[in-house]
């Protein structure tokens, strides 16, 4: 339980008007509310036990070695602030990050600002101040 009121955990996330994502030590994604689901345009089950580039399709979790193996992943600011917060519990708080959408043809960087929170053994990702920039390579 949450809240004195008696909700559940994810009812009360539902509550929240940000997209919230709930993740392991390991970036791996056990749920969202309902804004996140609408932030990646997914179903709960199709993101559920997968890591967060997976989840959010970042171009790189496609490449040898997938999310978190690639060379792009050593300075993704979602990965190092889950990280960060899980290991010490203290909270990052607006922390700019980008992800890279799409493929070789053509792409979408998405710009936004996240914070993290422990919440026992989890971390709640928000995200917030999204800015989609489209181009071609």
Same mark, same amino acid.
Do not use: W
């Given at each position: 339980?949450?809240?004195?009121?008696g +909700?559940? @955990?994810?009812? @009360?996330?539902?509550?929240?008007e !940000?997209? !919230?994502?709930?993740?392991? $030590?390991? *970036?791996? *994604?056990? &749920?969202?509310? %309902? $804004? &996140?689901?609408?932030?990646? %345009?997914?179903?709960?089950?199709?993101?559920?036990?997968?890591l =967060? &580039?997976? =989840?959010?399709?970042?171009?790189?979790?496609?490449?040898?070695?997938?999310?978190?193996?690639?060379?792009?992943?050593? #300075?993704? /600011?979602?990965?190092?602030?889950?990280?960060?917060?899980?290991? %010490?519990?203290?909270?990052?708080?607006?922390?700019?990050?980008?992800?890279?959408?799409g493929? !070789?043809?053509?792409?979408?960087?998405i710009? @936004?600002?996240? #914070? /993290?929170?422990?919440? +026992?053994?989890?971390?709640?990702?928000? !995200?917030e101040?999204?800015?989609?920039?489209? #181009? +071609?390579?």
């Amino acid at each position: 339980m949450v809240t004195n009121l008696g +909700e559940s @955990f994810e009812a @009360f996330l539902n509550t929240l008007e !940000i997209p !919230i994502f709930v993740v392991d $030590q390991n *970036v791996c *994604v056990l &749920g969202a509310n %309902s $804004q &996140g689901m609408k932030f990646i %345009s997914k179903d709960k089950k199709d993101i559920q036990n997968n890591l =967060a &580039g997976k =989840a959010f399709q970042c171009k790189y979790s496609n490449y040898p070695g997938g999310c978190g193996q690639t060379i792009h992943c050593k #300075s993704c /600011t979602i990965r190092k602030a889950v990280t960060k917060t899980y290991q %010490s519990g203290q909270p990052q708080i607006n922390m700019p990050a980008y992800m890279d959408l799409g493929d !070789i043809l053509n792409h979408t960087t998405i710009r @936004f600002l996240i #914070s /993290t929170y422990k919440k +026992e053994k989890v971390v709640l990702l928000r !995200i917030e101040a999204v800015e989609h920039t489209d #181009s +071609e390579e």
